[in-house]
Antibody, heavy 122, light 107 residues
Framework: EVQLVESGGGLVQPGGSLRLSCAAS????????MSWVRQAPGKGLEWVSAISGSGGSTYYADSVKGRFTISRDNSKNTLYLQMNSLRAEDTAVYYC???????????????WGQGTMVTVSS | DIQMTQSPSSLSASVGDRVTITCRASQGISNYLAWYQQKPGKVPKLLIY???TLQSGVPSRFSGSGSGTDFTLTISSLQPEDVATYYCQKYNSAPPTFGPGTKVDIK
């Protein structure tokens, strides 16, 4: 069964840091680009960042550029999101998502994790 | 960046009704358009990709159409389990922007 399981969310103060992880199973992880998508409470979906299968290409939303870093460890089948200089507006459920076909960063997302909540508050 | 809009923002319909949701891109995106369903408290689910291709396992009452800038998601006969928010997403290029969503409930 194809599965994505996020972890690492929690409560952090403004200006703080957090690292999210997404453990993948049931597919050849290194063959697929991956993304992070977030959803603030009661709001819509916002794409955050994407990474190619090899990890050699990364992309970011303007709202997180320079503060967040996406990476992956294909030997551990794990995707990461390092979040620094966190702001109240980063409060959201963070989902990792797998693209539908291979190593195409620009693609629909066919598998989503259950999400991990990040709350930025003092 | 290309902006995505959806209409209506919400709708209420009766069981068995035909429901249509519209998504518009601010620039042409060919058929690089996906639709997702998110039920309350649940994870988004891919319904349609490439504007009109039904994802495996999705009921055939869902269909998508359109190309360029204008797209539609149609539910041919609304069922109680279709209560959800529906999002379109363009993915021709980064960023893969989502529309604001359309909330569907039962009248």
């Amino acid at each position: 069964e194809v599965q994505l399981v996020e972890s690492g969310g929690g409560l952090v103060q403004p200006g703080g840091s957090l690292r999210l992880s997404c453990a993948a199973s049931g597919f050849t992880f290194s063959s697929y680009a991956m993304s992070w998508v977030r959803q603030a409470p009661g709001k819509g979906l916002e794409w955050v960042s994407a990474i190619s299968g090899s990890g050699g290409s990364t992309y970011y939303a303007d709202s997180v550029k320079g503060r967040f870093t996406i990476s992956r460890d294909n030997s551990k089948n794990t995707l990461y999101l390092q979040m620094n200089s966190l702001r109240a507006e980063d409060t959201a459920v963070y989902y990792c998502a797998k693209v539908t076909y291979g190593d195409y960063v620009n693609d629909a997302f066919d598998i989503w994790g259950q999400g991990t909540m990040v709350t930025v508050s003092s | 960046d290309i902006q995505m809009t959806q209409s209506p923002s919400s709708l209420s319909a009766s069981v068995g009704d035909r429901v249509t949701i519209t998504c518009r891109a601010s620039q042409g995106i060919s058929n690089y358009l996906a639709w997702y369903q998110q039920k309350p408290g649940k994870v988004p689910k891919l319904l349609i990709y490439a504007a009109s291709t039904l994802q495996s396992g999705v009921p055939s009452r869902f269909s998508g159409s359109g190309s360029g800038t204008d797209f539609t998601l149609t539910i041919s006969s609304l069922q109680p389990e279709d209560v959800a928010t529906y999002y379109c997403q363009k993915y021709n290029s980064a960023p893969p922007t989502f529309g604001p969503g359309t909330k569907v409930d039962i009248k």
